[in-house]
């Protein structure tokens, strides 16, 4: 996860998340689409407007209006964390 300080926004890489709520979601959002045992809180809300594919199929994860794979997803937030 990026780290957090109370600042208005964190950045990690292209992808801007403005509170502790889009990087939770983002988090939760990621455990959904891989953990395909335990699908059961989905964050979907107008300050984050992300979903995991409903069929379980795909593993595209929308955000900001971009479709990206949700192992790379992960893989930008891992960076993040390993770097700071």
Same mark, same amino acid.
């Given at each position: 996860?990026?780290?957090? /300080?109370?600042?208005?926004?964190?950045?990690?890489?292209?992808?801007?998340?403005?509170?502790?709520?889009?990087?939770? *979601?983002?988090?939760?959002?990621?455990?959904?689409? /891989? /953990?395909?045992? =335990?699908?059961?809180?989905? +964050?979907?809300?107008?300050?984050?407007? =992300?979903?995991?594919?409903?069929? *379980?199929? *795909?593993? *595209?994860?929308?955000?900001?209006?971009?479709?990206?794979? =949700?192992?790379?997803?992960?893989?930008?937030? +891992?960076?993040?964390?390993?770097?700071?």
């Amino acid at each position: 996860l990026p780290d957090y /300080h109370g600042q208005d926004s964190v950045r990690v890489g292209r992808i801007s998340f403005g509170s502790i709520n889009a990087i939770l *979601g983002s988090v939760a959002l990621i455990l959904n689409c /891989h /953990h395909h045992a =335990s699908r059961v809180a989905r +964050m979907a809300s107008d300050e984050f407007p =992300s979903m995991c594919p409903a069929d *379980g199929r *795909g593993r *595209g994860i929308t955000h900001n209006k971009i479709l990206w794979d =949700s192992s790379t997803l992960g893989a930008i937030l +891992m960076r993040r964390t390993i770097s700071s």
